[in-house]
């Protein structure tokens, strides 16, 4: 098989879609996002992308708890909450990834919480790196950056690190923490492009000037509005580069997602969270998608927790191609 022929199996709409789902709040304080993903799969998600979008799903239809990963102690370490359990559970979850990726599948990650993203990308970086020998670009759709370095973050919530991690900007030799990120699985600070920023860390606004980071804030969406920042995003990344999708429920202002750990007034809409999964759809260049932190045990009222799963489908199923015409 001819390396146009390897690029075209992974750029173009894949038959099979590979399926992890993560059970995971390890990375946080609050209880629940680890039946985000039960939630997503419960509300008839992964049939509605078979049955309507015409994908083979492949892997999880049941949701991994990763409990046999949880060491009997997990003290703190360089400031880290829960850094074995974390470290642990994301080596996993970087397998479970490249495996898909590496076999030409788009890659599905339901979530639990951001710190997962540490395990996504970092497979997704390795599988493009070994099958095409290129690098992935990460869109990552936030109201908060998650780059904060171990010694420069307040909490020490690990959900608030993943981007230092798979960047590189904060490291560790010891393997059973996160030493055994290679260089092979990190993503490159130009090939990362964030929207929806509204609540960032004076430390992280610090690193996003220090490394030029392409960052587009709620100031740039109501500037330009969301048709305009995606070109900018996507020119920014490049034509024809894989594109890892991360989005974080808690980017949608809390009247579209009030369901989610750190809600923060302001954000996008859901129209405007599903223009973006659509934009990048488009493209023809998505390998992975990451849907986190729904938590359904923290809305006022049961219908405040549907409204969240719903809009985490939605911007699903418009990263998968749904339309409305």
């Not at 809600?263 to 998505?286: F, K, M, N, S, W």
Request: with cysteine; net charge negative; charged share 25%.
């Amino acid at each position: 098989m001819n390396r146009s022929t390897v690029e075209s199996r992974f750029l173009s709409k894949p038959e099979e879609l590979g399926v992890t789902a993560v059970g995971f709040s390890g990375g946080q304080p609050k209880a629940g996002v680890d039946v985000g993903p039960a939630a997503l799969i419960e509300s008839g998600l992964l049939t509605e992308i078979r049955d309507e979008l015409g994908y083979k799903i492949v892997g999880d239809t049941a949701v991994n708890l990763y409990k046999d990963l949880v060491p009997t102690e997990d003290p703190d370490y360089r400031g880290m909450k829960n850094p074995l359990t974390v470290s642990a559970v994301n080596r996993r979850l970087a397998d479970q990834v490249y495996k898909h990726a590496s076999e030409g599948r788009l890659a599905l990650t339901l979530g639990g919480d951001h710190s997962i993203a540490i395990g996504t990308v970092s497979g997704t970086a390795r599988a493009i790196r070994e099958r095409l020998n290129r690098e992935i670009a990460v869109i990552w759709v936030d109201a908060h950056a998650d780059i904060n370095t171990p010694e420069g973050s307040d909490s020490g919530n690990i959900h608030g690190m993943p981007l230092a991690f798979v960047t590189g900007l904060a490291k560790d030799e010891r393997e059973e923490y996160f030493g055994w990120l290679r260089d092979d699985m990190r993503l490159n600070l130009r090939k990362l492009v964030y929207i929806g920023l509204r609540d960032v860390d004076a430390h992280e606004k610090q690193i996003l000037r220090d490394n030029g980071i392409k960052a587009f804030s709620m100031f740039d969406v109501d500037r330009h509005g969301i048709g305009r920042v995606m070109e900018m995003a996507l020119a920014h990344i490049g034509a024809d580069t894989p594109i890892h999708l991360s989005f974080d429920v808690d980017a949608l202002d809390p009247m579209w997602a009030p369901s989610t750990g750190t809600p923060v007034r302001g954000g996008l809409t859901l129209r405007e969270g599903d223009y973006i999964c659509e934009a990048v759809h488009l493209t023809g260049q998505l390998v992975a998608i990451d849907l986190v932190e729904v938590n359904p045990s923290l809305a006022a009222t049961e219908a405040g927790a549907n409204e969240t799963v719903r809009a985490g489908c939605s911007l699903v199923r418009c990263a998968l191609g749904d339309t409305l015409l």
